[in-house]
Structures are given as structure tokens and as C-alpha cells.
């Protein structure tokens, strides 16, 4: 009994004096003050910041960047805030405008600074950026190595925890996109071939190789003609796709016509520019990649 206690005191004693040495990084007295443009960049700067920041994300889950319009309340996020995280690549096109009225004097970062840009041309149009890099996990590797620089830079006792979080999500990432690759490697290249409400799986369809279609361009901010709509549903019916996706962000009233009008089955909502709400699919970036991959995996066997 008495040996037994001793021997307790002294492991209490010996813990003590191990944690004395071990080169814990000092946490911040608070939470550093994070504003993300949109949500799927909260969730990536969170994961990369965890309990050393708290992120706020401008526009919020279920809402769409393209046409967001800022609040004075946004202003007044901005300022409290020491690091402002956008997509960039023209995504937030509001953003300077609030970045100035807000008087904000703090760090910038755009996230996706160093990967390759993906631009189209549209047929009567001039040469658009496509922003929707994020639908492509290996770029989001690089956007979580920009966070963490800009993470280390603000606060640099910080810097061995933003760099393992950095390593861990890479990984899970990588693993992400290796799961991707073979779900959609099962589906024969010609049925490779969806339907979707704007333009924002440029880079997912390059990286998976597959072929998506909008009605809609890289931004939810114009209407497409009744001729391009007519032009698409001549290609559904041609190509027999079967394939058709509302979004989570945005109407899903023409492209539930556009099913109707070809026989295509409307599948259920993709994420594409926003989370899902806490208890839905696409909660957080690495679940709603999940669900997007699987449902367009089960759809494209039925083309
Ligand atoms: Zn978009």
C-alpha cells in the first residue's frame, strides 16, 4: 500500500517535471480573430488554425459567394478580425470594395495564390477566370500551406502546431483524392458525363476526367439565354445523360426544368460553393467531397 502510493506520488512528480521540458507552444490569451470570404475556406483555415483561431466566414453555408452583397455587420467582422482569407481568383469580387469601407488594416491572403488558373472563353464573351479551385483536393493542399504561412507569419509561437494540422489534413486530402480517383476510374470514360447548374466543377473534371455541363457560366451572377438552355438539352438528349445536379446554393428551378424536359432524374443537391448546414452532408470540406464524389459516381452508371 505504502510502496504503492509512494510510487503514484513519484509519477504525479515525474509528469510534473517532463511537462516543465517538453516545448509546448504558448496558446494565445484569446483565439486569434479569422474572417474567411466563404464558408468551404472557413473550414479549411480552422482545420489548419484549430483551437489557436476562431474563424468567421462572410458568407455563410447554403449561400452563394457570386451574388452575396455585404452587410454593414460584415465591416464591422473585417475590422475585429487580424488575418482576411479569400478564394481570390475573381470568386469575391466584393471584397475590395468591403476590405476599404471597413477601414481594415490587417493581413490579406488569397488562399489559392500559386495554382494554375483555369480559364474559358465563353462562346459570345470575353476569356473568364474560373475561381472553383477548391473542387479540386490537390490544389486545396496548396491553399492549406498558403493558410499556414499566414498563420506562422501572424503568429509565429504557433508555427509547429499550423505546420502539424498542415501535414494532418494534407493527408487526409491526399487520401480524399486517392478515394476520388478510384470511385470514378470505375465508370467507363463514356458515361463519364453530368449536368450540373453552373460551371463550378472546371477543375474537378479536369483532375477526375469527366466531362460536366452547365447552363449556367463560372458565375450564378448572369442568366444563361434560352438558346443556351435550348443548345444544352438538345446535348442531354444526344449524348443520353442521365446525370442532372441542383446545387445547394442556388435555385434549383431551371435546372429542375431542364431534367423534366430531357427525362433525366434530378439528383440531390451537390455542394458546390458552400457547406451544408452541422447536420447535413456537407458539413465541413472533406465530407462534402465525399458525398459530391458518390453521388455523381451513382448517377453517371445510369448515362
Ligand atoms: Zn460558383
Not at 456537407?282 to 459516381?297: D, F, P, Q, S
Request: charged share 20%; with cysteine; glycine share 6%.
Amino acid at each position: 500500500m505504502t510502496l504503492a502510493l509512494n510510487r503514484r506520488h513519484f509519477n504525479a512528480a515525474l509528469c510534473a517535471l517532463l511537462v516543465g521540458f517538453v516545448p509546448l507552444a504558448a496558446q494565445p490569451a484569446e483565439p486569434i480573430p479569422v474572417t474567411a470570404s466563404f464558408s468551404i475556406l472557413a473550414d479549411i483555415v480552422q482545420a489548419v488554425g484549430a483551437e489557436r483561431v476562431k474563424v468567421t466566414a462572410l458568407v455563410g453555408a447554403d449561400e452563394d459567394a457570386h451574388v452575396f452583397e455585404p452587410k454593414p455587420a460584415d465591416a464591422k467582422i473585417i475590422l475585429r478580425s487580424r488575418l482576411v482569407v479569400l478564394n481570390g481568383l475573381g470568386f469575391e469580387h466584393w471584397m475590395q470594395k468591403l476590405l476599404k469601407s471597413s477601414g481594415y488594416r490587417g493581413d490579406t491572403l488569397e488562399a489559392s495564390q500559386g495554382i494554375q488558373p483555369r480559364t474559358m472563353a465563353s462562346a459570345d464573351g470575353p476569356v473568364e477566370t474560373d475561381p472553383h479551385a477548391w473542387q479540386d483536393p490537390s490544389n486545396v493542399i496548396l491553399y492549406v500551406q498558403n493558410i499556414a504561412a499566414a498563420l506562422t507569419r501572424l503568429d509565429p509561437a504557433g508555427a509547429s502546431v499550423y505546420q502539424q494540422n498542415a501535414a494532418s489534413y494534407s493527408a487526409e486530402l491526399k487520401t480524399l483524392d486517392e478515394w476520388a480517383k478510384a470511385q470514378i476510374n470505375g465508370i467507363v470514360p463514356s458515361k463519364r458525363k453530368v449536368i450540373t447548374s453552373h460551371d463550378a466543377f472546371g477543375y474537378f473534371a479536369a483532375h477526375y476526367q469527366l466531362s460536366i455541363f452547365a447552363p449556367q457560366g463560372v458565375s450564378t451572377e448572369t442568366e444563361p439565354s434560352a438558346r443556351d438552355v435550348a443548345r444544352l438539352i438538345r446535348q442531354i438528349k444526344r449524348e443520353q445523360i442521365r446525370a442532372v445536379f441542383m446545387e445547394n446554393m442556388s435555385n434549383p428551378k431551371l435546372i429542375a426544368q431542364i431534367a423534366a424536359d430531357t427525362g433525366a432524374t434530378l439528383g440531390p443537391a451537390l455542394y458546390v460553393d458552400a457547406l451544408s448546414g452541422h447536420d447535413a452532408a456537407g458539413a465541413t470540406y472533406l465530407k462534402l467531397m465525399r458525398h459530391n464524389v458518390t453521388e455523381l459516381v451513382k448517377a453517371m452508371q445510369r448515362n
